[in-house]
C-alpha cells in the first residue's frame, strides 16, 4: 500500500500567506488566532559528531540544512545518547536543540536510554530514525506519544553478508546478515515513511517492498568541509616524493574484505616505497593487530604503512589537508559518506563502482572519471599512480570541478524541500494561539498594527467528570468535583507546596484566585470559535486568521507546549470545592500548572450552552462563514444519533467533520465523552479523524475511557490502535477510566492488554489514579496487576497517600487491610498521617482516625 503522493498537498495544512476580506457589516472583532506553523522535528542518533561512522553524519547534516533552509515552518530537535557542551553549543548555533538522554536506572546500554521521549520534548510532531540500530528506540517513541516516525535505511544488511568474515560473534554471516535484513524490512514496515539513502539503495528496498513507497534522499555537499582558502600549492612535486593515499572506516575485522581493505594494501603494495597508506578508524588499543593484519594479508611494507584510530569532524579535517587521494574501494556500501566529505573538501577521491555514491556520480558532470570499475590490485594501483602523475594543483583543481559539479546536481535545500514535503504529508496541522484584544478594533489588516492586545490561552477543561457519579461507592453525597486526571497527580504535592504546616493561604491570595476565576469565565464568554473550514481569514504573512467574533482552532500541538509556561505566569487556579465538618461548602484553591480544569459541572455545562448560543447569534448574517458556524456548533451540541443524522441531510458536501470548539475538541470526541455508540458510528462515517487531540493531548479513545462505554472504546479502539497513547501530561486511556470510576472500561483495557505500569509526567502509574477515586473494586483489580502497593509517584507519594489525602476513606481502609506501609515519607518527609490531616473536612477527620492505630502500631513495632 503506497503511503501517499507527497505531491500532494496536506490536508491538514494551512496557507502560509494571503490576505484576507473584511467580513460583511465590517463587525467588531473580540479575538484573532494567531497560527504557529512549525512542526517539531526530532531526530535520534548516538552522538552529535561523527567518531561513529557515516549514519551519525548523515543525520547531523540532514538536521542542520533542514533548519537552515525551513526555520520557518519546522523545529528541529536531536535526541543523542550523550554529548558535551561544545556540541550543545554548535547544535544551538545551527539553530538546532541538542537532547541528551538520561541514563536510567540499572541501564549500561545507550541505545536503551533513547527509547524514551527527552523531557524537553515529550510530544514530537515526527521522529526520524536511522537503520536496525536507532529504529527501535523511534518505534518506541511513537509508541509512547502518537507522532509520525520516518525511517531512513542506510544499509542493505543482505549485500553485507555476502562479504563479511566470520568472527566469534558469528559462524554464518550470510544467516546473520539475512535476519538483520528482516529486522530492518520489519521496521519500513511498522514506520509511517522509508527513505533511503541514495538512488542505489533506494532501488533495493523498493524491491523488497513492493506494497511501499520508498522515498530517496541524496545528501548534498558538506558545507563544513568546504575551505575556501585551502590550497595545495605546499605539496611537493609527485613525482620526486611521498604520495599519501587515505582510506578511512571502520577498524572491525570482519569488515575487512567487505570495505575493501586488503585492495588498496595490496594496491600500494605494488607501488614504489613513495607511496604511502594511512588507515584512520582503528578502535582503541587495536592498531597493532590491524597493522599486522595488513602486513600479513596485503604484504605493503611497514613502511608503507600508518594506522590512525577513530577521530572526530576537526581531526577528519584535518587529515583531508594531508592526503593527496581517498580512497574507497567498498564491495558494496549503501552510499559512502565517506567520499563525500573528501569531495565537500576538495580532496581527490577514488571509489568503487558497487558504492551508493558511484550511482549518485553517473548523473554528475565528470564524476564517472573517478570511479573504479574493478577489485583487482592493480586497477586501483594503476589509477593512484596516474593521478601521482599530475601536479597538486592540477589535482585540486579536478576535485574543485567535482565538488561544483556535485552541488548543482544535489543540493541540500532541494532534497530538504523533498523531505519536508515527506514531513507535512504525515505532520499534524499547525497551531493557533489565541489573542485577546484590550481595546476592540475592526477586522481590517489595515487596523491591525493599531490593535493592543495580549496573549492568552483558552482555558477550559479537558477532563469530564459525572458529577452523579463522584462519592457513590463511598457511600455518601461529595460535592467535590473531582480533579482532572491531567491535574490529579500534580494536585497533592502543589497544595501542600503552599500549605506548610497545614495552613491555609491569607485572604489578599484569595481575593486574587477568585478574581483569575473570574476574569478568565469573562474571557470564555467573550470567545467565540468556529471550525477551522473558515473561509476567506488568512491574513498577510503571518498567517493571521480573523472573523467577527470567531476564533479558529486547527491544531493543538503548540498549545500543548506552551500552555504550562503562559498559564503559570498569567496565575489561573482551579477552584475545588468540598464540605466542611458543619457541612457548609468552602473553597480551596489549587493552582492549576498547565492543564484546565474540569468542565463538567451543571453551571459550566449551562455556560457552555449560552456561550454556543452567542456565538450562533454572533455569526448570524449572509456570509458564508456565518452559515458554517452556524452548523458547526448544531454538530458540535449534537449528541444523538438522531441530531447528528439530521445534521448531516442539511450539512453542504465535504463539511468539515474534525471541526473544533474553544477547547480543541471535535464533535467525535463529545460524542464518545458521552457514551453514544450511534453518534460515534454516525459522526465517524463522516471521515472523522479520532488520532486528532484536544488542547490538552486528548484523542478520541481518552474521551471514550472517561465517558465508560465500552462498545465506544472497542469502536474507536479498532480505529486508533495505540491502547497506551498518551496525552500531553502522560496519561493514559487505562488512567482515565480508572480516575473516572469506569469499572467496566478499567477491565476492557486490562483484557485489551493495556499496561497498568505506565507512568504521567509526574510518576503517577493506574493505582494512583484509581486511590485518587477511591473505587475499591477498581483498586482491587489494578492491584491483580500492579501488586506493587508501594509504588510512588515522582513526589514520593504512595496510593494510600493519595487516598489519605482526597478523603477516599474506604480506599485507605482497603490499603491498610492490603499491609501498606502507613510511615513511608515522600520527598518532602510527609507520610500518611500528615496527607490525611492536611484537610479540615469530616471525611478526612474520619480517615485520619482510622489511620492513628495502625500509624501508632507501626512506631511501637
Request: glycine share 8%; net charge neutral; proline share 4%.
Amino acid at each position: 500500500m503506497e503511503r501517499g503522493s507527497l505531491n500532494a498537498p496536506n490536508a491538514n495544512s494551512v496557507k502560509d500567506k494571503g490576505k484576507s476580506e473584511d467580513l460583511k457589516g465590517k463587525a467588531s472583532c473580540s479575538a484573532e488566532v494567531i497560527v504557529d506553523q512549525c512542526v517539531d522535528v526530532m531526530f535520534i542518533c548516538s552522538e552529535w559528531g561523527s567518531s561513529k561512522g557515516g549514519l551519525s553524519t548523515f543525520n547531523r547534516e540532514l538536521a542542520v540544512n533542514l533548519a537552515k533552509y525551513w526555520k520557518e515552518r519546522i523545529r528541529v530537535h536531536c535526541f543523542v545518547c550523550q554529548s558535551t557542551e561544545e556540541e550543545r553549543q554548535d547544535a544551538s548555533s545551527n539553530g538546532i536543540q541538542l537532547m541528551t538522554a538520561q541514563r536510567p536506572p540499572g541501564s549500561s546500554d545507550p541505545l536503551e536510554w533513547i527509547r524514551f521521549p527527552p523531557s524537553e520534548l515529550p510530544n514530537p510532531d515526527i521522529v526520524v530514525g536511522h537503520g536496525r540500530q536507532f529504529g527501535g528506540a523511534a518505534y518506541s517513541i511513537r509508541r509512547m506519544t502518537g507522532c509520525k516516525w520516518i525511517h531512513f535505511v542506510h544499509v542493505f544488511c543482505e549485500d553485507l553478508g555476502k562479504h563479511k568474515l566470520e568472527c566469534s560473534v558469528t559462524a554464518d554471516a550470510i544467516a546473520d546478515n539475512e535476519a538483520k535484513n528482516k529486522r530492518e524490512l520489519e521496521l519500513c514496515k511498522a514506520s509511517d515513511a522509508v527513505v533511503a539513502v541514495g538512488s542505489l539503495l533506494q532501488r533495493k528496498y523498493q524491491r523488497s517492498l513492493p506494497d511501499f513507497k520508498v522515498e530517496v534522499i541524496t545528501p548534498g555537499i558538506f558545507e563544513k568541509y568546504v575551505n575556501p582558502t585551502a590550497r595545495k600549492s605546499n605539496k611537493l612535486e609527485s613525482s620526486e616524493d611521498e604520495f599519501r593515499v587515505f582510506m578511512f572506516g571502520r577498524g572491525s575485522f570482519e569488515d575487512f574484505e567487505l570495505k575493501g581493505y586488503d585492495i588498496i594494501g595490496k594496491a600500494v603494495a605494488l607501488l614504489e616505497r613513495k607511496f604511502e597508506l594511512t588507515f584512520v578508524g582503528a578502535p582503541q588499543d587495536q592498531q597493532r593487530k590491524i597493522e599486522k593484519w595488513f602486513l600479513e594479508e596485503t604484504k605493503i611494507t611497514r613502511n608503507q604503512l600508518t594506522i590512525r584510530g577513530f577521530c572526530n569532524y576537526e581531526e577528519v579535517r584535518e587529515m583531508f589537508r594531508q592526503a593527496d587521494v581517498v580512497v574507497m574501494p567498498s564491495r558494496t556500501e549503501g552510499f559512502g559518506l565517506v567520499a563525500l566529505e573528501a569531495i565537500s573538501a576538495g580532496v581527490p577521491v577514488l571509489v568503487s563502482r558497487e558504492c551508493g555514491i558511484a550511482k549518485a556520480l553517473q548523473t554528475v558532470d565528470g564524476g564517472m572519471a573517478v570511479v573504479i570499475h574493478s577489485a583487482l590490485p592493480e586497477e586501483w594501483a594503476k589509477k593512484i599512480k596516474e593521478l601521482s602523475q599530475q601536479t597538486p594543483d592540477e589535482r585540486y583543481a579536478s576535485a574543485l570541478h567535482l565538488r561544483g559539479n556535485y552541488g548543482k546536481r544535489y543540493h541540500w535545500k532541494e532534497e530538504c524541500e523533498k523531505f519536508m514535503k515527506m514531513i507535512l504529508q504525515l505532520a499534524p496541522s499547525p497551531t493557533p494561539k489565541e489573542t485577546v484584544f484590550t481595546e476592540k478594533a475592526p477586522c481590517s489588516s489595515n487596523d491591525k498594527e493599531q490593535t493592543q492586545r495580549k496573549e492568552f490561552f483558552t482555558g477550559t477543561g479537558d477532563l469530564p467528570h459525572s458529577g452523579s457519579e463522584v462519592g457513590e461507592r463511598d457511600g455518601r453525597e461529595e460535592s467535590e468535583s473531582t480533579p482532572d486526571p491531567d491535574t490529579s497527580d500534580k494536585t497533592a504535592e502543589q497544595t501542600r507546596e503552599r500549605r506548610t504546616g497545614g495552613q491555609g493561604e491569607d485572604q489578599d491570595t484569595s481575593n486574587k484566585r477568585e478574581k483569575t476565576k473570574g476574569d478568565k469565565k469573562k474571557f470564555q464568554a467573550a470567545a467565540l470559535d468556529t471550525s477551522s473550514e473558515t473561509r476567506g481569514q488568512t491574513q498577510g504573512d503571518k498567517g493571521v486568521v480573523q472573523a467577527a467574533g470567531t476564533a479558529t482552532y486547527v491544531s493543538t500541538k503548540r498549545a500543548q507546549r506552551n500552555r504550562k509556561e503562559v498559564w503559570t505566569a498569567t496565575g489561573p487556579n482551579t477552584s475545588l470545592k468540598s464540605k466542611t465538618i458543619d457541612g457548609n461548602k468552602q473553597t480551596k484553591s489549587v493552582q492549576d500548572s498547565g492543564t484546565a480544569p474540569c468542565d463538567s459541572t451543571e453551571e459550566e455545562l449551562k455556560h457552555k450552552k449560552e456561550v454556543s448560543a452567542a456565538k450562533c447569534r454572533a455569526v448570524e448574517g449572509d456570509t458564508s462563514v456565518s452559515k458554517d458556524n452556524r452548523e458547526l456548533n448544531q454538530l458540535h451540541s449534537a449528541e444523538g444519533v438522531s441530531d447528528v443524522t439530521e445534521m448531516k441531510s442539511t450539512l453542504p458536501p465535504r463539511f468539515p467533520g474534525d471541526s473544533r470548539d474553544a477547547t480543541g475538541r471535535t464533535p467525535l470526541m463529545n460524542a464518545a465523552l458521552n457514551g453514544n455508540v450511534l453518534a460515534v458510528k454516525s459522526i465517524m462515517k463522516r471521515g472523522a479523524d479520532p488520532s486528532l487531540m484536544s488542547n490538552t493531548g486528548w484523542n478520541t479513545l481518552h474521551y471514550a475511557a472517561a465517558g465508560g462505554d465500552t462498545n465506544v472504546i472497542s469502536l474507536i479502539q479498532t480505529h486508533l490502535p495505540i491502547i497506551d497513547s498518551k496525552t500531553t501530561e502522560g496519561i493514559t486511556p487505562l488512567m482515565i477510566a480508572a480516575a473516572n470510576g469506569k469499572l467496566h472500561a478499567v477491565k476492557w483495557f486490562l483484557e485489551k492488554g493495556a499496561t497498568v505500569t505506565c507512568e504521567s509526567k509526574r510518576g503517577w502509574n493506574t493505582l494512583h489514579h484509581a486511590a485518587q477515586r477511591g473505587d475499591t473494586d477498581i483498586i482491587s483489580l489494578i492491584y491483580t496487576h500492579l501488586p506493587n502497593i508501594e509504588s510512588k509517584t515522582g513526589e514520593g507519594s504512595t496510593p494510600l497517600m493519595v487516598a489519605a489525602l482526597y478523603g477516599k476513606l474506604h480506599a485507605v481502609k482497603w490499603f491498610l487491610e492490603k499491609g501498606a506501609t502507613v510511615t513511608c515519607e515522600d520527598k518532602i518527609g510527609w507520610n500518611t498521617l500528615h496527607h490525611a490531616a492536611q484537610h479540615g473536612d469530616k471525611t478526612r477527620e474520619d480517615g485520619t482516625r482510622y489511620i492513628m492505630p495502625h500509624w501508632a502500631e507501626t512506631l511501637i513495632l
